[in-house]
């Protein structure tokens, strides 16, 4: 059994951690208190830790989760999103195509919001975050093969309903 330690195992995880907080945040002072409490409930746990078969993917599910629990506190809003409806404007000087395009952008992220939990994390870390299947399923604790169904149907559950609604012009 490999003894873990703070400084050499769990310290230099610290950019990887940001980047996976920066990325479901979408804040930069966000990822910074999410790495922080990240780090200090790893320490806390420090007893678990010679069970563990990977204290990265540990650590990276606890940063995950307090990030999502922020995403969750501050209504889903998501910064990206909003941005990118703003770079749009700069795309078309039509205010109804602008006005198309923000409203399918809305749908689209609260199609994603009302996923499942468990799709909406496959999703968020293979699409946004660049994880492997292995790496996913390391971090949520599911098999690689349920990664896949999870990830394939958030991707067909988010079509069908993007398109019934498209089609009624809602």
Not at 117 to 125: H, I
Request: charged share 35%; with cysteine.
């Amino acid at each position: 059994m490999k003894n873990i330690s703070f400084r050499n195992d769990v310290l230099p995880l610290k950019d990887v951690l940001y980047r996976l907080a920066l990325r479901i945040t979408l804040s930069h002072e966000e990822a910074e208190d999410i790495v922080q409490d990240t780090l200090i409930k790893v320490w806390n746990r420090r007893d678990e830790w010679q069970m563990l078969e990977s204290i990265e993917a540990y650590s990276m599910t606890i940063c995950r989760n307090l990030a999502l629990d922020a995403i969750k506190k501050k209504d889903n809003n998501n910064e990206s999103i909003e941005q990118g409806i703003a770079e749009m404007s700069y795309q078309t000087s039509d205010p109804h195509e602008l006005m198309i395009r923000k409203d399918r952008v809305e749908m689209v992220k609260q199609l994603v919001n009302r996923l499942p939990e468990k799709q909406r994390s496959c999703l968020q870390l293979r699409d946004f975050e660049g994880k492997t299947y292995k790496e996913i399923a390391e971090i949520l604790a599911i098999t690689e093969e349920q990664v896949k169904v999870n990830i394939f149907r958030a991707r067909r559950s988010i079509k069908q309903q993007f398109d019934k609604a498209d089609s009624y012009g809602l």
